[in-house]
Every structure is written in C-alpha cells, then in structure tokens.
C-alpha cells in the first residue's frame, strides 16, 4: 500500500497498491483533494480535474509508473449544486 508525500493524509484508504512486483498498479482516491484534504476548488471543474490528475500522477510516481501507464481511469468532482450550470 502506497500513501506517497504530497497527498492528503485524510483519506482513511491507500493511494495505490502494487499487484505483483512492479507489473500493476491500483490506484484510488483520485479526487480533487488538496494536499491537507480539501475539496478544491468548489465550483471549477477544470482546477478540480487539474488537481485530481496531480493527485493521481503523484500515486503513480511513488508506484514506479505514470499517466502514459495508465489503463482507464475515473474522476469525480463536485459543484456547490446539482443544477450548476458547469455540472456536466
């Protein structure tokens, strides 16, 4: 299990986890998390997918891999409302 520097410490689950040594990598926890655990920033799905991919590139780093590695991935991001006009 894999809790690399630079991610928020508030997720109650590692980052990634190595399957074999060094042939696959699980990742979670690709959220738009801050380094302290903050959603951010409320509103701007752009900078939250932004900050997402930093996160998720961050677990990679620490797995050995990067994004050119990875097989499929999912983001989630969150808006003040479900009526937002930026929700997609």
């Known amino acids: ?4 520097p ?9 980052y990634a986890a ?5 042939q696959m990598v699980f990742t979670a926890g690709a959220c738009p998390l801050d380094p302290i ?7 701007d ?9 930093t996160n998720l ?4 780093r620490a797995a050995g891999a990067d994004l050119s590695d990875v097989v499929k991935t999912t983001i989630y991001v969150a ?6 006009p ?3």
Do not use: F, K, V
């Open 1 to 4: 299990m894999l809790n690399p």
């Open 45 to 53: 799905l752009d900078g939250q997918c932004h900050q997402a991919i």
């Open 6 to 14: 630079g991610l928020p410490t508030t997720a109650p689950y590692a």
């Open 86 to 88: 930026n929700h997609r």
């Open 37 to 43: 655990g903050r959603t951010t920033p409320i509103g």
């Open 18 to 22: 190595l399957a074999g040594a060094g």
């Open 79 to 84: 808006c003040a409302r479900r009526e937002d």
């Open 57 to 60: 590139t961050i677990a990679l």
